[in-house]
Every structure is written in structure tokens, then in C-alpha cells.
């Protein structure tokens, strides 16, 4: 049963692999104000009216894209439209729309604002807040002081609806399997509507009247918007910490926040957004990631369709074994998918201030922007790493390993068994390498190297392989082959690395192990 979940989960991903998550997000959000406009139009949504979802969201995009425009031009910076619409559209649904002049112009004030956060509230080159919940925020603790309250605006969070419920949860969990954060975001719904259901709870006892559970946790789940703030602000990658356990952490604070939201000094509450910008400081905290300079030293070809990337950092570079980076590639003219693409790290800790990254070459009829400009990168090139992230990482303890590598996959456990080996660390692991034939055996001298038992599944026998190496006997990976070169499957914890379709294929013939894990990758 968890091997077909986790086959399908990987078929999916493989699916909305070729978007990229910004373009997701945009669709999703666009879905989703369409629905709105019509179930409004049908009366099925009292307020706000069409025309004032129209109107405001007119607004907000016109205005956030010309911020935007200005402060990319003046930065040098690709204008990516998607960008500015997502955030707008974010802030259409937090606010309360409208179509009097002060509602407009509140609603221009909260886009300004939640752009210009972009750019000025940064380290490093990534912003800190949620540019959505900072404008919304500004706009709203504005709105409680008297010298604002022509202010038209405020955080009225109308999406949590129970209209809308069903379309948030389907769109929502579109974008949570494409940017894998269903766990983190159920995580916080579990802890935002028990809080919630505590606060009423509280409240009721106050007042001296009956509290009804059902309909206190019918009301946390349909006419809230906590699922609309975990789907679609929560979730934000580029907000979000780098290890699993942070970004649990994260989960749990904004969600009790956001269940039971605190009074400051009788003026405002931490609503849904402050909660998630106070989310965002933790986040940032634990991170304090940012930008670190590459120079390219060198590109080679490891077999005839994947190259390796040699560099060395400038900065401190923080990374374990099994994780991988966020590589800033600028460009003129990016397409949809933008200038930033996420690898996986081929070189061990140890081996800073060296880095190593490798891809395969894959579509050269259709390259995208991106993949142009990457190899358009000569030797002194200065690109970035905007960030480290991952938790395909090796038990802490000694239970013996299972390695399962399709293509150019392999690289994650390059980098965890050249660490082992460079610390002096012995451990039973077995390397099950799948490519489509020997040419793509990448990495083969430095995974000799290691003394690591490793066991081939291609067409063709290669040439020459090391004692502690075999080939299957041009076998295609199965269950049943599996369980005859790993015989004790069992007792090991089994992680899988490849593009989502292999990993699919590949799950089923895991189900035996002790545990699994897996690392996908969709391409760039």
C-alpha cells in the first residue's frame, strides 16, 4: 500500500514536474478566482460582488507589476511576470475587496507595500517575509489607527468560505505535491484547528454557554481560511526553512498563532498574515540562508549526455551529504520557469571549498532559457547558490543501507559515500545503479573508490569493473531481481534517486525494505 501511494505520488510529480512552481501557483490561484467570480455571480457568494473581485484584482496587478518592473529594472533583474500576479492574486483573496476609491486605493497601498518587501525587507538576495502577508499586514494594523481609517481595506480572509472549501483543497493540493509540503501543511491545519477548537472552547466556558464540538470544528475547517493560508502562503519555498523538523516547527508556531490569534495593546490581533510573518522570522532564524558566490572552474562531460560543473565558493557554504542547491542562473529573456534550478550535490563536505554539481544534457531540439545560459557559463563565470536544502540524508545510526540510483541520480549518494570515505566512516551499503547502458555509468572511478558494494542493471556488460561491482546480467530492475542481489532488503533502509517516472516504476520492487526514501527530480 505505501509503495503504491508513493508510485503514484512520483507519477504525479513527474506530471507537474515540466511546470514550474511559480506558473502552478498562478494557474491554481487563477482557477480558483474564476470559480469565485462565477459562485459570486450565482449568488452562491454574497460578498464580495464579481465585479468587486474584478475590479480589485485589476488593481492589485497593475500595481504590483509596475513595482515590480521598476524595482527589476533598476536591480537588473528579469521581470517575471508570474511573480506579480501570484502576489496579487494572494492578496485578492486576504483582503476585502471593493469598488469605492479608498477601498482601490487601500487595495494599491497593500500591493506597493507587499512588492516593495521584495526588495527591501532581503538578506542576501531572498526575501524574509511573505511579500502577500507583509502588504496585507502594513494595510490592515494601519487601518486600526485613527489617521487611517479612510483606509478601505482590510484583512478579511472571505476565501474561507465553505463555498470555496472543496476548490482550495483540490487546487491546494495540487501545489503541495508539486512543491512536496502535503506533510508540513497538514501538520499546521491539525495544530490550527485544534487551537481554534480550544480557543471556542475557552470562549464558550467565559460566556457561560453550551460548546458544541462538531460545529466547532465545522467552523475551523470550512469557514476559516487555514487551509487557504497553509496551501498557498505557508508553503512558500522561498520562506520556508531548509530541513524538514524546521519547517515542522514553523508549521507548529504559525498554526497556533493562527488558531488562536493574540491581542496587541486592544488595537489589532495577530491575525492569519501576522501569524505567518512571525512563522517567516522563525523560518529565517533557523536559515539565514542567502546568496553565496560560485566561480565556475571548469565543465566536463562525465559520459556522453551528462556534464559535471566544477566550482569553487566564495563565502561560507553550508550543506550535508544528500542535499542539494538552488543555482541562480541570470539571464536575459528567462522563460516561464525562471533563472533559478535546484541540483543535487555531487562533492562531499569535506571537499569545500571545491563544489561540484552535475546534469544531464537531456532536450537539445528545445533547451529551456535556463539551460542556455548554463551552458553558455565559461570558466570564471560568477553565478549563486541561493540556498541549501534537502533531508535525503543517511541514518544516523548504523543500519545497513540500500542505494538506489536511475541515470544521473546517482549523484546525491556520490556526495553521502565520498564523505563516509573521507572521514573514515565504514558503513554496508549496496549501490543499485540503473542507466540505459554503460556509456551513463557516471562517477564510476570516484564510486570504486569507495569500497562501496555497487550492483549494475544496464543493456550492455560494462567494461572493466571493479571487484566489488556486478552486473546483472542485462536484467531490467524488478522485484524479483532486487531481492536476488539484495537478499536482505529487509534489514535496510532503501532511498531511491531519479527523475519521478523511474522512482515509480522503481517503488514497487522496495516494498520489502525496511524503509523508504525518495528523492525526485523533474528536470530544467
Known amino acids: 500500500m505505501i509503495t503504491s501511494i508513493t508510485a503514484l505520488r512520483q507519477r504525479v510529480l513527474a506530471l507537474l514536474g515540466g511546470i514550474s512552481m511559480y506558473r502552478l501557483v498562478l494557474f491554481a490561484l487563477l482557477a480558483l478566482g474564476l470559480i469565485a467570480v462565477v459562485l ?13 473581485i474584478i475590479a480589485s484584482f485589476i488593481v492589485l496587478a497593475l500595481v504590483i507589476s509596475l513595482v515590480d518592473a521598476a524595482a527589476q529594472r533598476i536591480l537588473r533583474l528579469p521581470w517575471r511576470i508570474e511573480s506579480s500576479l501570484v502576489t496579487a492574486l494572494i492578496l485578492l483573496f486576504v483582503l476585502r475587496p471593493g469598488i469605492e476609491p ?3 486605493l487601500g487595495l494599491a497601498i497593500a500591493g506597493v507595500v507587499a512588492s516593495l518587501s521584495k526588495y527591501l525587507i532581503v538578506w542576501r538576495g531572498r526575501h524574509v517575509l511573505n511579500p502577500a502577508a507583509f502588504g496585507a499586514a502594513v494595510v490592515s494594523i494601519l487601518g486600526s489607527f485613527g489617521a487611517f481609517e479612510w483606509l478601505g481595506t482590510s484583512s478579511s480572509w472571505w476565501v474561507g468560505t465553505p463555498s470555496l472549501f472543496v476548490p482550495v483543497l ?73 530541513r524538514r523538523w524546521q519547517q515542522f516547527s514553523v508549521a507548529v508556531l504559525v498554526g497556533a498563532l493562527a488558531g488562536w490569534p493574540i491581542a496587541i495593546g486592544g488595537l489589532f490581533t495577530l491575525g492569519q498574515e501576522r501569524a505567518l510573518l512571525i512563522g517567516n522570522l522563525l523560518a529565517f532564524a533557523f536559515a539565514l540562508r542567502g546568496s553565496v558566490r560560485l566561480v565556475l572552474e571548469k565543465r566536463q562531460f562525465i559520459t556522453p549526455t551528462a556534464q559535471e560543473l566544477t566550482f569553487r565558493a566564495q563565502g561560507k557554504l553550508r550543506f550535508l551529504p544528500g542535499q542539494y542547491l538552488e543555482l541562480d542562473v541570470p539571464h536575459a529573456r ?36 535556463y539551460k542556455r545560459a548554463l551552458a553558455a557559463a565559461e570558466p570564471g563565470s560568477a553565478l549563486a547558490v541561493t540556498g541549501t536544502w534537502g533531508d535525503f540524508l543517511l541514518p544516523r545510526s548504523e543500519t545497513p543501507v540500500l542505494m538506489v540510483a536511475a541515470g544521473i541520480g546517482v549523484t546525491p549518494f556520490v556526495s553521502q559515500l565520498r564523505q563516509l570515505q573521507l572521514t573514515e566512516q565504514q558503513r554496508d551499503i549496496v549501490l543499485v545503479y540503473v542507466a540505459s ?88
Do not use: C
Open 40 to 52: 459570486s455571480a450565482l449568488g452562491v457568494i454574497v460578498s464580495p460582488t464579481p465585479l468587486e
Open 334 to 369: 528567462p522563460d516561464a520557469r525562471g533563472t533559478r534550478r535546484e541540483f543535487s550535490i555531487v562533492s562531499a563536505p569535506a571537499d569545500l571549498p571545491t563544489l561540484r554539481i552535475a546534469y544531464k544534457d537531456g532536450d537539445q531540439k528545445h533547451p529551456s532559457s
Open 170 to 242: 483540490l487546487l491546494g493540493l495540487v501545489v503541495l505535491w508539486r512543491t512536496e509540503k502535503v506533510r508540513v501543511v497538514v501538520v499546521f491545519l491539525i495544530v490550527a484547528i485544534a487551537v481554534a477548537m480550544l480557543r471556542q472552547a475557552v470562549q464558550a466556558q467565559e460566556f457561560s454557554i453550551a460548546f458544541d464540538p462538531g460545529a466547532a470544528l465545522s467552523f475551523a475547517i470550512l469557514q476559516s481560511p487555514f487551509l487557504f493560508l497553509g496551501a498557498f502562503m505557508l508553503s512558500e519555498p522561498l520562506t520556508l526553512p531548509p
Open 437 to 524: 547502458d554503460s556509456s551513463e555509468l557516471a562517477f564510476r572511478d570516484e564510486l570504486a573508490a569507495t569500497g562501496a558494494r555497487v550492483i549494475v542493471f544496464t543493456r550492455d556488460e560494462p567494461a572493466n569493473l571493479p571487484t566489488h561491482w556486478t552486473w546483472a546480467q542485462g536484467a531490467r530492475l524488478d522485484a524479483a531481481g532486487l531481492e536476488r542481489h539484495v537478499p536482505d532488503i529487509g534489514e535496510r533502509h532503501s532511498y531511491i534517486s531519479g527523475p519521478p517516472r523511474l522512482i515509480a516504476d522503481l517503488a514497487p520492487a522496495l516494498q520489502k525494505a525496511r524503509s523508504l526514501t525518495t528523492d525526485a527530480f523533474a528536470g530544467y
Open 102 to 104: 479608498n477601498a482601490l
